[in-house]
T-cell receptor
């Protein structure tokens, strides 16, 4: 069973640009969540999508957005990039009745110069 | 307002000894808690969970204890192995039935050979 796949793994952008990150969940999983990891801050919840609908949203500015497609694949977009957006962006998928375990991808490392 | 706290950013333990990682929480409504382990350049992987109705859950070398009166949980690793060296995160779901999680800031465990 293939795991969660995130692309790209690494990218460098400059301030003011925008970026789109992609996540393919585990087959059959309908929930996709996004987290931002920065040093000292742990994992900060961005948003969760379930069946193409945003079910939960974290405390991030409107520059952070996402969507989910009918095949459960998800994208997140960050517009007008700031230096502080440099982080590891992690996608996690979950599905079915279980303990609520999240299955994470390896992340997309974004560096904003 | 951090609802899940890991107050020790790092911990060093000798191989073969016990590692104890701690986590405190403020919200008594959490249904369950999870521990994740993260190696560099990889996404977090699920380690063990505990329901709020239990006070202990064991899985091999890993045991999680929950003290509801103190709002404290701890992860015990016995015996510790060099391969256990990683960052450990505790997490709790903020909303029942969804996958919006609050994560602690993590504890970096180093097991010395």
């Amino acid at each position: 069973k293939a795991g969660v796949t995130q692309t790209p793994r690494y990218l460098i952008k400059t301030r003011g640009q925008q970026v789109t990150l992609s996540c393919s969940p585990i087959s059959g999983h309908r929930s996709v969540s996004w987290y931002q990891q920065t040093p000292g801050q742990g994992l900060q919840f961005l948003f969760e999508y379930f069946s193409e609908t945003q079910r939960n949203k974290g405390n991030f500015p409107g520059r952070f957005s996402g969507r989910q497609f009918s095949n459960s694949r998800s994208e997140m977009n960050v517009s007008t990039l700031e230096l502080g957006d440099s982080a590891l962006y992690l996608c996690a998928s979950s599905g079915g009745a279980n303990t609520g375990e999240l299955f994470f991808g390896e992340g997309s490392r974004l560096t904003v110069l | 307002d951090q609802q899940v706290k890991q107050n020790s950013p790092s911990l060093s333990v000798q191989e073969g000894r016990i590692s104890i990682l701690n986590c405190d929480y403020t919200n008594s409504m959490f249904d369950y808690f999870l521990w994740y382990k993260k190696y560099p350049a990889e996404g977090p992987t699920f380690l063990i969970s505990i329901s709020s109705i239990k006070d202990k859950n064991e899985d091999g070398r890993f045991t999680v204890f929950l003290n509801k009166s103190a709002k404290h949980l701890s992860l015990h690793i016995v015996p510790s192995q060099p391969g256990d060296s990683a960052v450990y995160f505790c997490a709790a779901p903020t909303t029942s039935g969804t996958y919006k999680y609050i994560f602690g800031t993590g504890t970096r465990l180093k097991v010395l050979a």
